[in-house]
C-alpha cells in the first residue's frame, strides 16, 4: 500500500515518514491504539504550551491525546483531534484541517508499521508552526514507534 498524503508531494511543505518492523503484526488501529494509550512523557505539558500560545492566533484548542481506546474506526469518526478520513484494512487515514493548516497522518499496518506525516501549510503562523513542530514531530514518531516495539 502506498501512504496517501495529504496534497501532491510537490505541494507539501513537511513530509516524514516513519518505520518499524514489529515482531507480531498489527493492523493500524490497534498500532495506532496502542501508540496513543500511552502517551511519551512530557506529551500533555507539550500539547498545552502548544494550546496556549497558538489560541492566541485563532486556532482551536486541541489538548493532546486523550490515551482513550478506539475499536474500529470508521469514516467520520473523530480520534481526538484527528478525523477519520480513511479506515482500510491495511491503512488508517486521520486528518486535522484548520486556515493555517492541513495535516494528515497515514498509518500503514502489518509486519511493518509505516506512519507518514505530510503537511500543507496556508499562511505564516502555518509555516513557523511547522518550523517548531516539524523537528520535534520526527523525534516524537521515532520514539513511539520504539516504545511501541518494546511493549509488544
Known amino acids: ?17 516513519g ?10 488501529a490497534m ?5 496513543m494509550a500511552d502517551p511519551l512523557p512530557g506529551m500533555r505539558l507539550a500539547f498545552r504550551v502548544r494550546d496556549a500560545i497558538s489560541a492566541r492566533f485563532g486556532v482551536a484548542r486541541i ?3 486523550s490515551g482513550a481506546t ?23 487515514t486521520l486528518t486535522a484541517r484548520d486556515r493555517h493548516l492541513d495535516v494528515m497522518i497515514c498509518v500503514e499496518g502489518g ?7 505530510s503537511v500543507v501549510t ?8 511547522m518550523w517548531v513542530v516539524g523537528p520535534a514531530h520526527r523525534l ?6 520504539r516504545r511501541l516495539v518494546r511493549g509488544l
Open 31 to 35: 498500532a495506532w491504539g496502542r501508540i
Open 70 to 92: 478506539i475499536g474500529t474506526p470508521k469514516v467520520g469518526d473523530h480520534l481526538d483531534f484527528f478525523l477519520v478520513e480513511a479506515a482500510e484494512p491495511g491503512r488508517l
Open 19 to 28: 518505520a518499524v518492523d514489529l515482531p507480531r503484526p498489527l493492523t493500524p
Open 63 to 65: 489538548g493532546g491525546f
Open 111 to 117: 509486519a511493518r508499521l509505516v506512519i507518514t506525516a
Open 122 to 129: 496556508h499562511n505564516l503562523f502555518g509555516r513557523a508552526y
Open 1 to 17: 500500500m502506498t501512504a496517501l498524503l495529504v496534497a501532491p508531494r510537490q505541494r507539501l511543505d513537511f513530509f516524514h515518514e
Open 140 to 145: 516524537i514518531v521515532r520514539s513511539m514507534l
